[in-house]
């Protein structure tokens, strides 16, 4: 990274101001002048000698949408908890634009402050219907008594309208999300993410168990998603990654740091992935 791109040195504090080095966001928003919402710099995790990371390097630019693929034990899920607070590097940075400090921060406060993340199984409230989903999703940070008794505002009800259209869910709405299939409550999980409007998504495996049909639907809604949001996904699907990879870049990972990246052809051909994760 060149010295004018590397965030955390382009604000400085005031006496008293509420943007610090300690991941405070200054103002409304990202700091994301420079183009790129996230950085990793030489981002190390050892778990008792172990290396998951090693020195990892990694920054995902504004509304790009970036696979992550490599075999099982490439520190992908390691990734995603430095960046999302559930695991402190050992060494190394993380940014989050220019001013935001991950690693100094909770898992509570980095949701907050625009960082969504979707497991592989679907979390949603199955007793509750599509919409509450939703509606719950959208009122998680609003102390409990607003969120008990307040009433939707006619754009409240039209900002879930347009999120049941994006994930394929209309006319589903007052069904209980226990009743929907596994392609279908992982959307509705995306849904309720987005429902927070989040600029940076990362989603772990996001077609795992799904059918041929809800795989190739799901990525018709992450190329609509594409711009609009900055995205994350690791995936295992090959097939998968190539529908949603052909306008972006595929990162390799493999024992802890980056073995390759640039598009799905180029990784594709590379040899050392081909040895390492794809095969021949």
Same mark, same amino acid.
């Given at each position: 990274? &060149?010295?004018?791109?590397?965030?955390?040195?382009?604000?400085?504090?005031? !006496?008293?101001?509420?943007?610090?080095?300690?991941?405070?966001? @200054?103002?409304?928003?990202?700091?994301?002048?420079?183009?790129?919402?996230?950085?990793?710099?030489?981002?190390?995790?050892?778990?008792?000698?172990?290396?998951?990371?090693?020195?990892?390097?990694?920054?995902?630019?504004?509304?790009?949408?970036?696979?992550?693929?490599? !075999?099982?034990?490439?520190?992908?899920?390691?990734?995603?908890?430095?960046?999302?607070? @559930?695991?402190?590097?050992?060494?190394?940075?993380?940014?989050?634009?220019?001013?935001?400090?991950?690693?100094?921060?909770?898992?509570?406060?980095?949701?907050?402050?625009?960082?969504?993340?979707?497991?592989?199984?679907?979390?949603?409230?199955?007793?509750? &219907?599509?919409?509450?989903?939703?509606?719950?999703?959208?009122?998680?940070?609003?102390?409990?008594?607003?969120?008990?008794?307040?009433?939707?505002?006619?754009?409240?009800?039209?900002?879930?309208?347009?999120?049941? @259209?994006?994930?394929?869910?209309?006319?589903?709405?007052?069904?209980?999300?226990?009743?929907?299939?596994?392609?279908?409550?992982?959307?509705?999980?995306?849904?309720?993410?987005?429902?927070?409007?989040?600029?940076?998504?990362?989603?772990?495996? !996001?077609?795992?168990?799904?059918?041929?049909?809800?795989?190739?639907?799901?990525?018709?809604?992450?190329?609509?998603?594409?711009? @609009?949001?900055?995205?994350?996904?690791?995936?295992?699907?090959?097939?998968?990654?190539?529908?949603?990879?052909?306008?972006?870049?595929?990162?390799?990972?493999?024992?802890?740091?980056?073995?390759?990246?640039?598009?799905?052809?180029?990784?594709?051909?590379?040899?050392?992935?081909?040895?390492?994760?794809?095969?021949?």
């Amino acid at each position: 990274m &060149s010295e004018v791109l590397k965030p955390g040195h382009q604000y400085q504090a005031e !006496p008293g101001d509420a943007a610090t080095a300690y991941g405070k966001v @200054k103002g409304e928003g990202v700091d994301t002048s420079h183009g790129a919402i996230l950085y990793l710099e030489d981002i190390t995790v050892s778990f008792d000698g172990f290396r998951a990371l090693n020195k990892l390097n990694l920054d995902i630019s504004v509304g790009e949408l970036r696979c992550i693929i490599g !075999p099982n034990g490439a520190g992908k899920t390691t990734m995603m908890d430095v960046i999302t607070g @559930k695991t402190r590097p050992t060494s190394g940075s993380a940014w989050f634009g220019q001013t935001i400090d991950l690693t100094r921060m909770t898992e509570y406060d980095i949701a907050h402050a625009g960082i969504g993340r979707k497991f592989q199984r679907p979390t949603v409230f199955e007793q509750h &219907s599509v919409f509450e989903n939703l509606e719950l999703a959208m009122k998680m940070n609003k102390r409990v008594r607003q969120t008990l008794f307040s009433r939707l505002s006619s754009e409240q009800k039209g900002k879930i309208d347009e999120i049941l @259209k994006l994930i394929r869910l209309s006319g589903q709405e007052h069904r209980p999300a226990g009743l929907l299939s596994h392609g279908q409550k992982q959307w509705l999980e995306i849904g309720m993410l987005l429902m927070q409007e989040p600029q940076l998504l990362l989603l772990d495996e !996001p077609v795992a168990g799904m059918s041929d049909a809800e795989t190739e639907r799901t990525a018709e809604l992450l190329n609509e998603l594409r711009g @609009k949001h900055s995205i994350m996904v690791v995936e295992h699907d090959m097939a998968f990654v190539t529908e949603i990879a052909q306008q972006g870049r595929v990162t390799v990972l493999h024992e802890g740091s980056v073995l390759a990246q640039g598009t799905m052809q180029q990784v594709q051909s590379d040899e050392r992935v081909i040895e390492v994760y794809l095969g021949r």
